[in-house]
């Protein structure tokens, strides 16, 4: 089978449109979709805009072709919608929100996990304690999450997160695959440790817990982005953790004409990654 994975579209329909051309002219069997698809510009309360006037459509497309289109909200996206953006996938027989569950084809299983260490930015709606000796990092603006009723401040922010549980025990809680050695990942975040978290300053924000998870549990592939500019930092968009190997091809910004994807063929293992203007 043959994968096209993208990440971190935000909303920018000329590179959907790509995606789906390059998908079909391919003969790609499944796109992968790593999660912050929504427009992160404009009041993201209507987000959902995107999903009723663009996605559906979009969505529809892949299913005539019968490509398989596995997908998941990220944490620019907001938790508000994710009920409606179920409902708009189930749709659809080809279109997998594999957010938090599981899909098997031809004995790969998907998993997949949207959560991030928190991050300096208000926006808390998938933002976690990475471990319980998390480090928090300076904090910019008034921490918020979204609710049917709109914005919901957080006064205390660090009480909160530490009621709720970290990346390491939602990782852990994720649905077990059965054979491990054919489980394909996508979590949005990047691992710590093997520089595919690296912030446009230096900084290494990837999380410690999903990098001791891969460790321990050796799945196939993993998955991840988050982080846009990591690989044109780090020269690394692939690397090892023991036998499984992770994919962070990257994403251009909104100012940045380009699109990033990587395309890997689960027979022999290939991968490559492509930038597009």
């Not at 928090?136 to 008034?142: A, D, E």
């Not at 940045?256 to 991968?271: H, R, V």
Request: net charge negative; proline share 4%.
């Amino acid at each position: 089978m043959k994968i096209l994975y993208c990440t971190d579209i935000h909303g920018a329909e000329w590179k959907y449109d790509r995606i789906f051309e390059i998908a079909k002219t391919m003969n790609v069997d499944i796109v992968l979709n790593g999660g912050d698809m929504l427009p992160l510009r404009g009041n993201l309360l209507n987000q959902d805009q995107f999903i009723i006037n663009y996605l559906d459509e979009y969505f529809s497309h892949f299913n005539s072709k019968r490509i398989y289109y596995i997908t998941m909200l990220g944490n620019d996206d907001l938790r508000k919608f994710d009920e409606f953006f179920q409902k708009t996938c189930d749709k659809y027989d080809y279109i997998i929100n594999i957010g938090n569950s599981v899909f098997e084809i031809n004995s790969y299983e998907f998993i997949g996990m949207n959560l991030v260490p928190d991050l300096p930015f208000a926006l808390k709606d998938r933002a976690r304690m990475d471990t319980k000796e998390f480090e928090f990092p300076k904090q910019f603006g008034k921490p918020v999450i979204s609710t049917s009723n709109g914005w919901k401040k957080i006064e205390d922010w660090f009480s909160y997160v530490d009621t709720i549980p970290t990346i390491e025990e939602e990782i852990n809680d994720l649905v077990r695959p059965s054979n491990m050695e054919k489980a394909i990942y996508i979590i949005h975040t990047p691992p710590s440790n093997v520089s595919l978290d690296v912030c446009r300053d230096g900084k290494k924000v990837g999380s410690k817990a999903v990098y001791e998870f891969l460790k321990k549990n050796q799945p196939l592939l993993s998955f991840h982005g988050h982080i846009h500019e990591s690989a044109e930092v780090s020269g690394k968009w692939f690397n090892k953790i023991g036998r499984t190997l992770c994919i962070q091809p990257g994403q251009s910004h909104y100012h940045e004409k380009y699109l990033i994807y990587a395309l890997i063929d689960l027979e022999t293992m290939e991968l490559e990654r492509k930038v597009i203007i």
